[in-house]
Structures are given as structure tokens and as C-alpha cells.
């Protein structure tokens, strides 16, 4: 009985050798000065708006994007989220209450059914 290649192991070997890289040219940077003259050295990162909200598998993915200037589309039914559920703290109206929590679980069950085809998908 033979074994078959792993099919990921090509896949790990490239990963590594980038990490690896990527190790090379932080250490370059940090011996240079580079790293240290950076406004930020040393300190915490702010806190992105919104990362407590994401749910955990999609923070870093969704981060990356961002970082990239390509926003995923989900991350406006997020943001409308915050948007509605701001709007339904500072309601005082029970019809408009009403209205608010209708168009927030709407919006809930969309983004839920986009979440889970993209866990379906294997996308992210």
C-alpha cells in the first residue's frame, strides 16, 4: 500500500519560505532603523471600528481587505447593522421602535445567509 503526497505540502513549503522572507525584511528593517522610526513603534494598534462585531473566522480576512482598499461587500451590512442599532437605542418611539427592529433583523438574516455561504463555500 503506497502513500499519496500530502497535496498541501508544495503549498507549505511556499508558505514558509515567504514567512521566512517576510522574517528577512522585518529584520533588515529593525537593523536598519526603519521599523523604529515609525510614528507608531512600540504601541498598541488602535482598535478597528467594528472588529468586535465580526464575527472571529472573519476578522483577519476581512482586515486583509480592508488594508487593501477592497472592502467586502459584507462589510456594509455591517456597518448598516451599527448604523440601525445606534438608531434603535436612541428611538423613543414605539411605531418607529417597531420599524427599526423589523429592518434590523431583516438585515441580520441577510447578512447571516451571506456569512454562512461564504462558510459553505470554503471562501474564507
Given at each position: 500500500?503506497?502513500?499519496?503526497?500530502?497535496?498541501?505540502?508544495?503549498?507549505?513549503?511556499?508558505?514558509?519560505?515567504?514567512?521566512?522572507?517576510?522574517?528577512?525584511?522585518?529584520?533588515?528593517?529593525?537593523?536598519?532603523?526603519?521599523?523604529?522610526?515609525?510614528?507608531?513603534?512600540?504601541?498598541p494598534l488602535a482598535?478597528?471600528?467594528?472588529?468586535?462585531?465580526?464575527?472571529?473566522?472573519?476578522?483577519?480576512?476581512?482586515?486583509?481587505?480592508?488594508?487593501?482598499?477592497?472592502?467586502?461587500?459584507?462589510?456594509?451590512?455591517?456597518?448598516?447593522?451599527?448604523?440601525?442599532?445606534?438608531?434603535?437605542?436612541?428611538?423613543?418611539?414605539?411605531?418607529?421602535?417597531?420599524?427599526?427592529?423589523?429592518?434590523?433583523?431583516e438585515l441580520e438574516?441577510?447578512?447571516?445567509?451571506?456569512?454562512?455561504?461564504?462558510?459553505?463555500?470554503?471562501?474564507?
Amino acid at each position: 500500500m503506497s502513500s499519496s503526497p500530502d497535496p498541501n505540502a508544495h503549498r507549505n513549503t511556499l508558505l514558509r519560505a515567504q514567512d521566512d522572507a517576510i522574517a528577512e525584511h522585518l529584520a533588515a528593517a529593525l537593523r536598519s532603523g526603519e521599523l523604529q522610526s515609525a510614528e507608531s513603534f512600540g504601541k498598541p494598534l488602535a482598535p478597528d471600528a467594528g472588529w468586535d462585531a465580526t464575527p472571529l473566522e472573519f476578522r483577519l480576512p476581512f482586515k486583509i481587505l480592508k488594508n487593501a482598499e477592497l472592502p467586502p461587500p459584507e462589510l456594509a451590512l455591517f456597518h448598516e447593522r451599527a448604523a440601525l442599532r445606534e438608531q434603535l437605542e436612541a428611538c423613543s418611539d414605539d411605531s418607529g421602535r417597531h420599524a427599526l427592529i423589523a429592518r434590523l433583523a431583516e438585515l441580520e438574516q441577510r447578512l447571516a445567509l451571506r456569512l454562512e455561504g461564504l462558510r459553505a463555500s470554503g471562501r474564507l
